[in-house]
């Protein structure tokens, strides 16, 4: 890209986050005061704020009125289109539902990602609300019992109610009577479900994400959503362990971060709302690129599964088609595959700790040193990862439970760099004073099951078809000139599908 002055300048506008080429799977949410804070300012108006207001929240603050005390936060959240093309960004049905639900009962319905079902859902839900307030003004005490789930979720909600209306009230409080409660409960629950169907149709309605891109300062708008995906690859890791496929637009936004920050100088820094826990609770948050990237590194050294997706695109392919898509996701992942491979054995036995030869003094390791700083050992550790993940290997090949160790990468040339990233899995923190190791593919099963003093000796005998390299300053410029400075050898998929079928090594994905 030619003429970059800003980084907003490498993107083209804000599809790429809402609804790129290429669909992230599921949906993914942001406040809408994250969004405001990078609005376009005219005679002092928010030009974000007004649009949403004109379009979306006067309709649903007007039929929710008597709700407006259980939502703190409106959610945008980009989802796929039910038409099939792309995806839309939409007021988030989904977290209205619940916000409003367990302000009400203190519980909320398990909704899933299809719209359509929402509403026999929630009706599903809210008819056992009504049938355990029916009990409790009864007294009916089998019906009670049977419900006793609903009946101690409706008495938490009036015992909250209760201190909220004590704090509100002081002197003034007098405690609600409990049949004035169940009969103001069971009037708002029905009043919610007859208005639920405008709540569906409005937050059914598209934005116009060309409208928004106008009202919207870009250099904001990037910087403030990745920080928003940050957060939310941080909640889906503590809920189930793996960060979401739209934590991909943070990766590109942090790789172009670098580059242009290194270039020129750039600092960017704002004060932004932060969703707790992606929940209303909201707090700010003063936000860096340094802390940005800070941020992105620590997240990102912690999940060496994340892969994300690249494609180039080819003239009139419809990326946004669903069909194109999903054949498009199915050959990509089949690649990706079928570049992992997995030994039977750990990668490198057990050895000592690595030391440069003290006899020779042209080797000056750039080792990093355990009085570095974890913040700096992430750095080195996101800068050595995406290093070799750049270059153009052909397989990736990892011991067996190993990813700790030294991982491989086989080259079509026919060489294989070994290189250790991590010191455990349980920490995700930079191995140290660890050499990368150079041999030919023709020789790597053998070499690779010796321990680091035997391949040292080994070296040290004067065979030179093994080598290793300290991280100097010049690691990367030579490993570079291993990987190009050969020509391609064509024998060495073949050899490795050999190796697959002879059962030597094997397809990591097929591994139990």
């Known amino acids: ?31 809408l005061r994250a969004l405001e804070i990078c609005s376009k300012m005219e005679n002092g108006r928010n030009l974000v704020q007004e649009y949403f207001e004109k379009n979306y929240l006067k309709s649903i603050y007007d039929i929710l009125e008597d709700y407006k005390d259980a939502f703190k936060e409106i959610i945008l959240v980009s989802d796929v289109n039910t038409e099939g093309k792309g995806r839309v960004l939409k007021v988030a049905l989904e977290v ?28 599903a839900f809210f008819r056992n609300y009504k049938k355990a307030i029916t009990a409790m003004e009864s007294k009916d005490k089998e019906s009670f019992y049977e419900l006793i789930s609903y009946v101690e979720n409706i008495m938490t909600r009036y015992e909250i109610n209760e201190k909220l209306r004590k704090e509100k009230y002081g002197k003034n409080y007098f405690p609600m009577n409990m049949r004035e409660f169940l009969e ?9 479900l007859v208005v639920y169907n405008q709540l569906v149709e409005i ?7 060309k409208e928004l891109e106008q009202l919207l300062d870009l250099e904001k708008f990037y910087f403030v959503m990745t920080k928003e995906l940050i957060e939310a690859g941080k909640t889906t890791e503590r809920l189930d362990g793996h960060l979401p496929y739209s934590f991909a637009f943070a990766e590109v936004y942090i790789h172009d971060l670098k580059l242009f920050k290194a270039t020129h100088n750039y600092d960017l820094k704002l004060q932004v709302p932060i969703l707790v826990d992606r929940v209303e609770l909201v707090t700010t948050e003063v936000v860096t690129t340094k802390s940005l990237i800070k941020e992105f590194n620590e997240l990102r050294n912690r999940h060496p599964e994340f892969s994300t997706r690249v494609i180039e695109p080819v003239d009139g392919v419809d990326y946004q088609d669903m069909e194109v898509f999903n054949n498009v996701i199915e050959t990509m992942e089949a690649e990706r595959k079928s570049k992992k491979l997995e030994l039977s054995w750990k990668l490198f036995k057990k050895g000592e700790r690595e030391t440069a030869p003290s006899d020779d003094i042209s080797v000056k390791p750039h080792f990093p040193s355990a009085e570095m700083s974890k913040d700096e050992k992430n750095a080195e550790l996101r800068r050595r990862i995406d290093f070799f993940e750049a270059t153009p290997y052909a397989y990736r090949v990892e011991g067996i439970n190993n990813f700790a160790g030294y991982i491989g990468y086989i080259y079509p040339n026919g060489q294989v760099i070994f290189e250790r990233f991590y010191k455990d899995l349980s920490s995700y923190e930079l191995a140290l004073e660890n050499a990368t190791y150079i041999m030919r593919l023709d020789n790597f099963l053998e070499m690779s099951k010796l321990s680091k003093p035997e391949i040292i000796e080994y070296i040290k005998a004067g065979n030179t078809d093994v080598k290793r390299r300290y991280h100097t300053s010049k690691w990367e410029e030579n490993i570079t000139a291993i990987i190009i400075g050969k020509e391609y050898d ?17 397809r990591k994905e097929a591994v139990k």
């Open 96 to 123: 209205l539902t619940q916000q409003i639900s367990f302000g009400l009962v203190n519980d909320c319905p398990n909704l899933d990602a299809d719209y359509k079902t929402y509403k026999s859902t929630v009706l």
């Open 184 to 192: 103001k409960l069971r009037n708002k629950i029905v009043k919610f």
């Open 490 to 506: 064509a024998k060495t998929v073949d050899t490795i599908e050999e190796l697959v079928n002879s059962g030597k090594i094997q």
């Open 203 to 209: 937050c059914s309605k598209p934005v116009d994400l």
């Open 1 to 31: 890209m030619h003429n970059i002055t800003k980084m907003s300048d490498y993107y083209s506008g804000i599809e790429e986050l809402f609804n790129p080429p290429l669909t992230y799977s599921g949906n993914y949410g942001f406040p």
